[in-house]
């Protein structure tokens, strides 16, 4: 029984759920058929509203194209205008060239005919030419037999040749014309004395006076007085260890001789000799002398001589008055200190030649900074000739360069010998500045065997031109007489040999100064009364 009632119970439920399932699907299909027709509706009213834009567009488009219709219209009528009046000037212009054409044409056609006249006027001309030409020629073969012959007659009354007159004739124009020179040279070199020498004089002078030096010996050797003759052993040492050590670390020969309280050191580097004499006087004063004092004194001496060398040189550059000078070309400056030459100093002769250079200067209106520069820099090179090949000019040239000197300073130095050709007033100023300063009296001196030497060129060089009978050098050297045979030399003769004579002497002689040729013509007539 409880079977039969569980049955009646689930017959319900299943019912229940069938009804539920069919009207799940009721409710599915009436909702499709709803969606539908919601959807047609949908679709009509978006039919209806294509259908507007469409006819809408298409009366947008009809309006857009007669729009556009009536701007090409209105386009194609200004091209059309543009293009008309572009035709009708291209024609103004065709018109106008045509114009020129045949304007062009006709003055071609005129030129043609004249071109046609004057050919044949000079066809004409060129005709009566040769005529003219043969009647030329016929005239020179006359004018030629007739000079021969007046030749000849004229040979025949003078009894000479053509050539032999012609000689004769130049002979007598010749010395004429020397005559003339001689006299022209003489008066002209006569009145640029009196114009130049008074102010040269007073330009010269004026320098001189205002400058002033020291100078002292030129030396290849320096000596060390001893305070007795037993410190020559001490300076010897033992087995010669102490004069070893010293020449080893300065570079000077050390000399000692049976010359008494003295000993010599030699050595042709200035800087080297003054550091080995300095370190010697400091060794001797301080009592202990072997090797490694020697060497810790030169040392120290060395370094003493550079400070003293770098303050000579800044001291010269502001005596001069010179700014901008580099560092290390003030300091090759300072090494002329140690330097003579020809018995003067050459710092204080390169000071001498500023100085004198810039008073010059100032004189004649020149330039003063340049002259006083080049002046003080001009025999820098002879600081390190020792040590670099080459003359002291090239050298000092080398180093303006490498120390950034101007081109104006550079060739005072360069041509302060002559060594160059002078492209500025500085230049000669400090070349004759520079031979003011080593010519002046007392300024330099020569040995013995350079002085006699030199006075013997001289007169060898004199002797050796014609018609020169005796010669004498004069005054250490700075004139020259020359007593010429006066029947071989005439005065205006006399006047060229001193000039061939100076020029010769400068082209072969190296000298201080300035050398003076007097040339002597003397005649004299001796009677005797009996």
Not at 79 to 105: G, H, M, P, S, V
Not at 390 to 398: A, C, E, K, N
Request: aromatic share 4%; hydrophobic share 40%; proline share 2%.
């Amino acid at each position: 029984m409880l079977n039969n009632m569980g049955m009646l119970l689930d017959i319900p439920v299943w019912l229940g759920i069938i009804f539920i399932a069919v009207a799940l699907a009721g409710g599915i299909i009436c909702g499709y058929f709803v969606d539908k027709k919601v959807l047609q509706a949908k679709l009509g009213k978006a039919n209806v509203t294509a259908t507007k834009i469409i006819e809408q567009a298409y009366a947008e488009a009809k309006t857009a194209k007669k729009e556009s219709i009536l701007e090409a219209q209105e386009e194609i009528h200004q091209l059309k205008a543009e293009a008309e009046t572009e035709i009708k000037e291209r024609r103004a212009d065709a018109q106008r060239l045509e114009d020129r054409l045949n304007q062009r044409e006709t003055y071609l056609n005129k030129k043609e005919e004249q071109l046609d006249n004057k050919q044949n006027s000079i066809e004409q001309t060129k005709e009566q030419i040769e005529v003219k030409k043969a009647e030329i020629e016929a005239l020179k073969q006359k004018e030629i037999e007739t000079y021969e012959g007046i030749n000849k007659k004229l040979e025949e009354v003078a009894q000479m040749t053509r050539e032999e007159a012609k000689k004769t004739l130049i002979d007598a124009f010749e010395e004429d014309a020397k005559k003339e020179a001689a006299t022209l040279v003489r008066n002209i070199e006569e009145n640029a004395k009196n114009d130049a020498d008074k102010r040269a004089r007073n330009i010269i002078t004026q320098a001189i006076q205002r400058c002033a030096s020291d100078q002292t010996s030129e030396i290849t050797v320096s000596t060390v007085n001893l305070p007795n003759d037993d410190m020559k052993g001490r300076i010897i040492g033992r087995e010669g260890r102490n004069i070893r050590a010293i020449e080893q670390a300065t570079g000077v020969d050390v000399i000692i001789d049976d010359t008494p309280g003295a000993i010599v050191l030699s050595g042709f580097d200035p800087v080297r000799r003054e550091i080995a004499r300095v370190s010697l006087e400091k060794l001797m004063l301080d009592g202990r002398i072997h090797p490694t004092r020697i060497e810790e004194m030169v040392e120290k001496v060395t370094k003493d001589i550079e400070a003293q060398i770098k303050e000579a040189g800044e001291n010269a550059v502001f005596d001069a008055g010179i700014q901008g000078i580099h560092p290390e070309l003030v300091k090759v400056l300072g090494r002329l200190k140690f330097r003579t030459s020809y018995g003067q100093n050459v710092l204080k002769h390169c000071l001498e030649v500023s100085y004198l250079a810039g008073l010059m200067a100032a004189e004649i209106g020149a330039d003063v900074k340049i002259a006083k520069r080049g002046g003080l820099l001009h025999d820098v090179g002879k600081a390190i000739d020792q040590e670099t090949e080459g003359t002291h000019v090239s050298i000092g040239v080398d180093l303006a360069k490498k120390y950034g000197e101007s081109e104006a300073v550079i060739h005072c130095i360069e041509a302060h010998h002559g060594g160059v050709e002078y492209h500025s007033l500085e230049a000669m100023l400090v070349q004759a500045a520079d031979a003011i300063s080593a010519a002046r009296p007392g300024a330099r001196r020569e040995s013995l065997e350079n002085y006699i030497k030199r006075l013997t060129d001289l007169e060898n060089i004199a002797s050796g031109f014609k018609g020169v009978e005796k010669c004498y050098a004069i005054q250490a050297g700075r004139e020259i007489r020359v007593m010429v045979k006066p029947e071989e030399i005439n005065d205006d003769d006399a006047l060229f040999l001193a000039k061939e004579i100076a020029k010769k002497i400068e082209d072969t002689m190296q000298y201080p100064g300035q050398i003076k040729v007097n040339v002597i013509r003397e005649s004299r007539s001796v009677e005797f009364a009996k």
